[in-house]
Protein backbone atom coordinates (compact mmCIF):
# COMPACT_ATOMS: atom_id res chain seq x y z
CA UNK A 1 0.00 0.00 0.00
CA UNK A 2 1.85 3.18 -1.10
CA UNK A 3 2.09 6.11 2.10
CA UNK A 4 -0.32 8.72 2.41
CA UNK A 5 0.15 11.86 0.25
CA UNK A 6 1.44 15.12 2.27
CA UNK A 7 2.09 18.45 1.45
CA UNK A 8 5.31 18.05 -0.86
CA UNK A 9 4.80 14.65 -2.32
CA UNK A 10 4.89 15.89 -5.75
CA UNK A 11 0.85 16.81 -5.85
CA UNK A 12 -0.24 20.14 -4.74
CA UNK A 13 -2.20 20.36 -1.18
CA UNK A 14 -5.43 22.95 -0.69
CA UNK A 15 -5.80 25.79 1.70
CA UNK A 16 -7.63 25.87 4.69
CA UNK A 17 -8.92 28.92 6.14
CA UNK A 18 -10.79 29.85 8.90
CA UNK A 19 -13.33 32.41 7.46
CA UNK A 20 -14.97 34.67 10.66
CA UNK A 21 -18.79 35.59 9.43
CA UNK A 22 -19.81 37.29 11.36
CA UNK A 23 -21.82 37.83 14.83
CA UNK A 24 -25.53 37.47 12.63
CA UNK A 25 -25.95 39.76 10.03
CA UNK A 26 -25.37 38.91 6.43
CA UNK A 27 -23.90 42.20 5.70
CA UNK A 28 -21.32 41.89 8.76
CA UNK A 29 -19.50 39.41 7.02
CA UNK A 30 -15.85 40.79 5.66
CA UNK A 31 -15.51 41.63 2.24
CA UNK A 32 -12.22 38.88 2.20
CA UNK A 33 -14.55 36.36 3.94
CA UNK A 34 -17.38 36.98 0.97
CA UNK A 35 -14.43 36.42 -1.56
CA UNK A 36 -12.92 33.30 0.36
CA UNK A 37 -16.11 31.55 0.54
CA UNK A 38 -17.49 31.83 -3.04
CA UNK A 39 -13.91 30.80 -3.74
CA UNK A 40 -13.89 27.57 -1.90
CA UNK A 41 -14.69 24.65 -3.58
CA UNK A 42 -15.26 22.92 -0.02
CA UNK A 43 -17.36 24.61 2.72
CA UNK A 44 -17.01 23.01 6.40
CA UNK A 45 -19.00 24.03 9.34
CA UNK A 46 -19.48 22.82 12.87
CA UNK A 47 -23.63 21.94 14.20
CA UNK A 48 -25.37 20.89 16.85
CA UNK A 49 -26.66 17.54 16.01
CA UNK A 50 -29.78 17.84 14.68
CA UNK A 51 -29.79 21.34 14.15
CA UNK A 52 -29.00 24.14 11.52
CA UNK A 53 -25.17 25.41 11.96
CA UNK A 54 -25.37 29.58 12.84
CA UNK A 55 -22.57 29.75 11.32
CA UNK A 56 -23.49 27.97 7.71
CA UNK A 57 -27.27 30.38 7.89
CA UNK A 58 -25.36 33.62 7.84
CA UNK A 59 -23.35 32.51 4.68
CA UNK A 60 -26.29 30.49 3.24
CA UNK A 61 -26.35 33.50 0.42
CA UNK A 62 -23.13 32.75 -0.82
CA UNK A 63 -23.52 28.95 -0.70
CA UNK A 64 -24.31 27.30 -4.32
CA UNK A 65 -24.64 23.88 -6.09
CA UNK A 66 -21.09 24.10 -6.66
CA UNK A 67 -19.71 24.05 -3.39
CA UNK A 68 -19.63 20.76 -1.18
CA UNK A 69 -20.14 21.07 2.42
CA UNK A 70 -18.55 19.42 5.03
CA UNK A 71 -21.13 19.13 8.19
CA UNK A 72 -19.47 18.29 11.49
CA UNK A 73 -21.66 17.00 14.35
CA UNK A 74 -21.19 17.93 17.88
CA UNK A 75 -21.54 14.96 20.13
CA UNK A 76 -24.99 15.54 21.93
CA UNK A 77 -24.20 15.62 25.57
CA UNK A 78 -27.81 14.33 26.72
CA UNK A 79 -27.06 10.84 25.50
CA UNK A 80 -26.04 8.22 28.17
CA UNK A 81 -22.34 8.38 28.91
CA UNK A 82 -20.61 5.01 29.25
CA UNK A 83 -18.62 5.08 32.88
CA UNK A 84 -15.28 5.51 30.89
CA UNK A 85 -16.65 8.23 28.84
CA UNK A 86 -16.37 12.04 29.38
CA UNK A 87 -17.90 14.68 27.19
CA UNK A 88 -14.76 16.65 26.60
CA UNK A 89 -13.14 12.90 25.53
CA UNK A 90 -16.23 13.03 22.77
CA UNK A 91 -15.78 16.50 21.77
CA UNK A 92 -11.60 15.56 20.87
CA UNK A 93 -12.79 12.50 19.03
CA UNK A 94 -15.26 15.00 17.49
CA UNK A 95 -12.50 17.36 16.43
CA UNK A 96 -9.93 14.71 15.37
CA UNK A 97 -12.55 13.03 13.06
CA UNK A 98 -13.26 16.75 11.49
CA UNK A 99 -9.65 17.30 10.99
CA UNK A 100 -9.12 13.91 9.02
CA UNK A 101 -12.40 14.85 6.98
CA UNK A 102 -10.88 18.11 6.33
CA UNK A 103 -7.28 16.74 5.77
CA UNK A 104 -8.24 14.37 3.15
CA UNK A 105 -10.15 17.04 1.01
CA UNK A 106 -6.78 19.21 1.30
CA UNK A 107 -4.59 16.00 0.46
CA UNK A 108 -6.75 15.60 -2.80
CA UNK A 109 -6.26 19.58 -3.77
CA UNK A 110 -8.83 21.02 -2.97
CA UNK A 111 -9.16 24.40 -1.25
CA UNK A 112 -11.59 23.96 2.25
CA UNK A 113 -13.41 27.24 3.86
CA UNK A 114 -14.33 26.20 7.82
CA UNK A 115 -17.31 28.89 8.59
CA UNK A 116 -17.24 30.31 11.99
CA UNK A 117 -19.46 32.08 13.84
CA UNK A 118 -17.72 35.72 14.90
CA UNK A 119 -13.87 35.08 14.96
CA UNK A 120 -12.55 31.99 14.22
CA UNK A 121 -9.69 32.83 17.00
CA UNK A 122 -12.26 34.02 19.62
CA UNK A 123 -13.52 30.94 21.55
CA UNK A 124 -13.89 29.81 18.07
CA UNK A 125 -14.22 25.68 17.06
CA UNK A 126 -12.18 26.55 13.79
CA UNK A 127 -9.40 26.37 16.56
CA UNK A 128 -9.00 23.11 16.92
CA UNK A 129 -8.70 22.17 13.09
CA UNK A 130 -6.15 24.78 13.19
CA UNK A 131 -3.85 22.99 16.07
CA UNK A 132 -4.34 19.37 13.72
CA UNK A 133 -3.54 20.99 10.58
CA UNK A 134 -2.01 24.20 10.51
CA UNK A 135 2.12 22.61 10.79
CA UNK A 136 0.94 20.79 7.75
CA UNK A 137 -0.99 22.86 5.70
CA UNK A 138 -1.26 26.38 4.44
CA UNK A 139 -4.13 27.27 7.13
CA UNK A 140 -5.05 31.46 6.78
CA UNK A 141 -7.73 32.89 9.82
CA UNK A 142 -9.67 35.36 8.17
CA UNK A 143 -10.97 37.30 10.88
CA UNK A 144 -14.66 38.22 11.80
CA UNK A 145 -16.79 40.71 14.36
CA UNK A 146 -17.12 38.74 17.21
CA UNK A 147 -20.16 38.74 19.63
CA UNK A 148 -17.85 40.88 22.13
CA UNK A 149 -18.56 43.91 19.77
CA UNK A 150 -21.70 43.40 18.58
CA UNK A 151 -22.86 43.15 22.49
CA UNK A 152 -21.79 46.43 23.16
CA UNK A 153 -23.43 48.12 19.54
CA UNK A 154 -26.34 46.17 20.36
CA UNK A 155 -27.07 47.87 23.63
CA UNK A 156 -25.21 51.23 22.50
CA UNK A 157 -22.57 51.92 25.08
CA UNK A 158 -18.55 51.95 25.05
CA UNK A 159 -17.26 48.79 26.12
CA UNK A 160 -14.32 49.92 27.62
CA UNK A 161 -12.21 52.70 27.62
CA UNK A 162 -8.86 54.49 28.45
CA UNK A 163 -7.29 51.81 31.13
CA UNK A 164 -10.22 50.00 32.19
CA UNK A 165 -9.85 46.50 32.23
CA UNK A 166 -12.39 44.37 30.40
CA UNK A 167 -12.54 40.53 31.00
CA UNK A 168 -14.42 38.23 28.88
CA UNK A 169 -15.91 35.71 31.19
CA UNK A 170 -17.89 32.32 31.16
CA UNK A 171 -21.62 31.65 33.28
CA UNK A 172 -20.13 27.68 32.83
CA UNK A 173 -17.36 29.54 35.62
CA UNK A 174 -18.47 28.74 39.60
CA UNK A 175 -20.42 31.55 41.35
CA UNK A 176 -17.45 32.39 43.14
CA UNK A 177 -14.76 32.66 41.11
CA UNK A 178 -17.26 35.00 38.58
CA UNK A 179 -17.24 37.23 41.87
CA UNK A 180 -13.82 37.37 42.01
CA UNK A 181 -13.69 37.87 38.65
CA UNK A 182 -16.44 40.72 38.59
CA UNK A 183 -14.53 42.44 41.34
CA UNK A 184 -11.21 42.37 39.83
CA UNK A 185 -12.72 44.39 36.32
CA UNK A 186 -13.78 47.46 35.17
CA UNK A 187 -16.46 46.09 32.50
CA UNK A 188 -17.21 42.49 31.75
CA UNK A 189 -18.91 40.40 29.09
CA UNK A 190 -20.41 36.99 30.04
CA UNK A 191 -20.68 34.65 27.26
CA UNK A 192 -22.29 31.05 27.36
CA UNK A 193 -25.19 31.52 29.78
CA UNK A 194 -27.44 28.86 29.14
CA UNK A 195 -28.83 27.33 31.90
CA UNK A 196 -26.24 29.33 33.92
CA UNK A 197 -28.19 32.45 33.50
CA UNK A 198 -29.56 32.46 37.22
CA UNK A 199 -26.67 31.92 38.52
CA UNK A 200 -24.73 35.02 36.61
CA UNK A 201 -27.64 37.01 37.64
CA UNK A 202 -27.45 36.36 40.66
CA UNK A 203 -23.79 36.98 41.13
CA UNK A 204 -23.96 40.03 39.17
CA UNK A 205 -26.99 41.57 41.75
CA UNK A 206 -24.47 40.78 45.12
CA UNK A 207 -21.87 42.54 43.69
CA UNK A 208 -23.65 46.20 42.89
CA UNK A 209 -23.87 45.86 38.84
CA UNK A 210 -26.88 45.03 38.12
CA UNK A 211 -28.07 48.25 37.44
CA UNK A 212 -25.28 48.26 34.81
CA UNK A 213 -25.91 45.17 33.42
CA UNK A 214 -27.63 44.31 30.66
CA UNK A 215 -28.76 40.73 28.85
CA UNK A 216 -28.30 40.78 24.77
CA UNK A 217 -29.92 37.84 22.44
CA UNK A 218 -29.07 36.76 18.89
CA UNK A 219 -27.38 39.99 18.47
CA UNK A 220 -27.53 41.77 15.05
CA UNK A 221 -29.81 39.19 13.68
CA UNK A 222 -32.97 39.77 12.98
CA UNK A 223 -34.15 37.87 16.09
CA UNK A 224 -32.16 40.40 17.99
CA UNK A 225 -33.09 40.60 21.90
CA UNK A 226 -31.51 42.92 24.55
CA UNK A 227 -32.91 44.52 27.77
CA UNK A 228 -31.51 45.41 31.06
CA UNK A 229 -30.58 42.30 32.85
CA UNK A 230 -32.91 43.48 36.00
CA UNK A 231 -35.78 43.08 33.45
CA UNK A 232 -34.83 39.68 31.69
CA UNK A 233 -37.20 37.43 33.91
CA UNK A 234 -36.11 33.83 32.29
CA UNK A 235 -34.61 30.64 33.86
CA UNK A 236 -32.58 30.00 30.34
CA UNK A 237 -31.15 31.47 28.12
CA UNK A 238 -30.06 30.33 24.21
CA UNK A 239 -27.23 29.40 23.31
CA UNK A 240 -26.61 32.60 21.06
CA UNK A 241 -26.79 34.98 24.13
CA UNK A 242 -24.29 36.95 26.77
CA UNK A 243 -24.42 39.82 29.35
CA UNK A 244 -22.78 42.80 29.00
CA UNK A 245 -21.54 45.37 31.45
CA UNK A 246 -20.83 47.87 30.17
CA UNK A 247 -17.60 50.89 31.02
CA UNK A 248 -19.04 52.97 34.01
CA UNK A 249 -17.46 55.74 32.59
CA UNK A 250 -17.20 56.56 29.50
CA UNK A 251 -20.74 57.75 28.69
CA UNK A 252 -19.77 60.57 31.25
CA UNK A 253 -16.53 61.64 29.53
C1 LIG B 1 -18.06 29.49 21.65
S1 LIG B 1 -18.39 31.21 21.78
C2 LIG B 1 -18.02 31.73 20.15
C3 LIG B 1 -17.67 33.18 20.05
C4 LIG B 1 -17.47 33.63 18.60
N1 LIG B 1 -16.38 32.95 17.96
C5 LIG B 1 -17.27 35.13 18.52
O1 LIG B 1 -16.24 35.59 18.00
O2 LIG B 1 -18.15 35.86 18.97
C6 LIG B 1 -20.13 31.20 21.79
C7 LIG B 1 -20.72 32.22 22.73
O3 LIG B 1 -20.58 33.51 22.17
C8 LIG B 1 -21.73 34.28 22.48
N2 LIG B 1 -22.35 34.72 21.24
C9 LIG B 1 -21.95 34.42 19.99
N3 LIG B 1 -22.69 35.07 19.08
C10 LIG B 1 -23.59 35.80 19.76
C11 LIG B 1 -24.62 36.71 19.38
N4 LIG B 1 -24.86 36.97 18.09
N5 LIG B 1 -25.34 37.31 20.35
C12 LIG B 1 -25.08 37.06 21.65
N6 LIG B 1 -24.12 36.22 22.07
C13 LIG B 1 -23.37 35.60 21.15
C14 LIG B 1 -22.67 33.41 23.30
O4 LIG B 1 -22.46 33.69 24.66
C15 LIG B 1 -22.20 32.01 22.95
O5 LIG B 1 -22.47 31.11 24.01
Redesign the pocket.
Known sequence: MSAPLSAGDGMDSGNLYGVGVG??DPELMTLKAVRRISASPVIGYFAARGRPSNARRIAEDLITEHHRELRFDYPVTVECLAPTQSYEQMLLGCYDEAAARVEEELLAGHDVAVL?????L???SYMYLHNRLADRFTAKVIP?I???T??SAAIGRPLACGDELLSVLSGVMSADDLKTSLVACDAAVI???GRNLVKVKSVIESVGLLDRAYY??????AAEICSPLADADIASAP????VVIPSAVAGLR
Open positions: PGCEGDPFYGGSSLAGIKLVERATSYFSM
